[in-house]
């Protein structure tokens, strides 16, 4: 089974997300904030990272640099609904892919598990 962390402040989101996951056998943890998410990358072993780039407090972009300092080989799949393509194009080699919102269930399963072969 796949070991996901979500990170995105959407609580209905992420809960949703997590319930339609565990269908597709994708076990998924999730944070609602950058600080509590790079807490639980120390603390627990994932395959994937799912991360929003507009966080309360620490933003998407600085939760990722330090979990990519501390975890270099783990995927990291960015999502949002605000970032233009300056935004994507800047980040887009530092990350495995990068989805728009609203997401695809499809999309992101099919992206999670090729994120999960590439470790």
Do not use: C, W
Request: net charge negative.
């Amino acid at each position: 089974m796949i070991r996901i962390l979500l990170v995105d402040d959407e609580e209905e989101l992420v809960t949703t997300l997590k319930e339609r996951l565990a269908y597709r056998e994708i076990d998924a943890d999730y944070s609602m904030n950058g600080a509590d998410a790079i807490q639980k990358i120390r603390k627990y072993e994932y395959d994937v990272l799912i991360l929003d780039l507009k966080l309360p407090g620490i933003s998407g972009l600085e939760t990722m640099r330090v979990i990519k300092t501390e975890r270099p080989n783990l995927p990291i799949i960015l999502i949002t609904g605000h970032g233009g393509s300056d935004t994507t194009d800047d980040i887009r080699q530092e990350v495995f892919e990068f989805l728009p919102k609203p997401i695809a269930i499809d999309k992101l399963v099919e992206t999670i598990n090729e994120a999960a072969k590439s470790k």
